[in-house]
Antibody, heavy 120, light 109 residues
Framework: QVQLQESGPGLVKPSQTLSLTCSVS??????????WTWIRQHPGEGLEWIGNIYFSGKTTYNPSLKSRVSISIDTSKSQFSLKLTSVNAADTAVYFC????????????WGRGTLVTVSS | EIVLTQSPGTLSLSPGERATLSCRAS???????LAWYQQKPGQPPRLLIY???SRATGIPDRFSGSGSGTDFTLTISSLEPEDFAVYYCQQSTPSLPLTFGGGTKVDIK
């Protein structure tokens, strides 16, 4: 069973860059079994897929965020990371890292999530 | 973008009753690409159903999924106290982005 843990600042100023890291344990980040994924949830609202990365470095992003999003992977640290530039209040959300299993087409492991507030 | 519309928004039921949750897609979704999740307050979503009808590991058989094309259903045959939560459907067709429905809240009547 894969365990995922998000980390990063809980408060980011408007126009700055949001940076989060997800630490992976319980399975190898290079196993090829998963696409490593970021999903967010605005307060009291539904879920929004941000994007994912494969261990090879191949990325796929939500077109609505593509111009501001970057996901990277550090296999030596078993971590993958999210950067979201030029944030504003609308980016305030709980950010989850998760695994996407292409064979079953679902998100089968989730981190607990971390709240990021954009405010001056 | 494929939009998933879930109904009803809230379902008020008593323990032991049957819950029927609907997820309608704006375009046809191959059944293999439809999943359901349960989320309780302060927790991440938990995978319940994938491939429209396959239960994830450890999910009780009172949860079942069905449907095809644009109409999918999650059924909870007899509600247990721990089933009161918000439920989301999600599609993973190759056309981006991957999307979730707006959710159905199942609360205690």
């Amino acid at each position: 069973q894969v365990q995922l843990q998000e980390s990063g600042p809980g408060l980011v100023k408007p126009s700055q860059t949001l940076s989060l890291t997800c630490s992976v344990s319980g399975d190898s980040i290079t196993s090829g079994r998963y696409y490593w994924t970021w999903i967010r949830q605005h307060p009291g609202e539904g879920l929004e897929w941000i994007g994912n990365i494969y261990f090879s470095g191949k990325t796929t992003y939500n077109p609505s965020l593509k111009s501001r999003v970057s996901i990277s992977i550090d296999t030596s640290k078993s971590q993958f990371s999210l950067k979201l530039t030029s944030v504003n209040a609308a980016d305030t959300a709980v950010y989850f890292c998760a695994t996407y299993t292409a064979y079953d087409a679902c998100f089968d492991n989730w981190g607990r999530g971390t709240l990021v507030t954009v405010s001056s | 973008e494929i939009v998933l519309t879930q109904s009803p928004g809230t379902l008020s039921l008593s323990p032991g009753e049957r819950a029927t949750l609907s997820c309608r897609a704006s375009q046809a979704v191959t059944y293999t690409y439809l999943a359901w999740y349960q989320q309780k307050p302060g927790q991440p979503p938990r995978l319940l159903i994938y491939g429209a009808s396959s239960r994830a590991t450890g999910i009780p058989d009172r949860f079942s999924g069905s449907g095809s094309g644009t109409d999918f259903t999650l059924t909870i045959s007899s509600l247990e106290p721990e089933d009161f939560a918000v439920y989301y459907c999600q599609q993973s067709t190759p056309s981006l982005p991957l999307t979730f429905g707006g959710g159905t809240k199942v609360d205690i009547k």
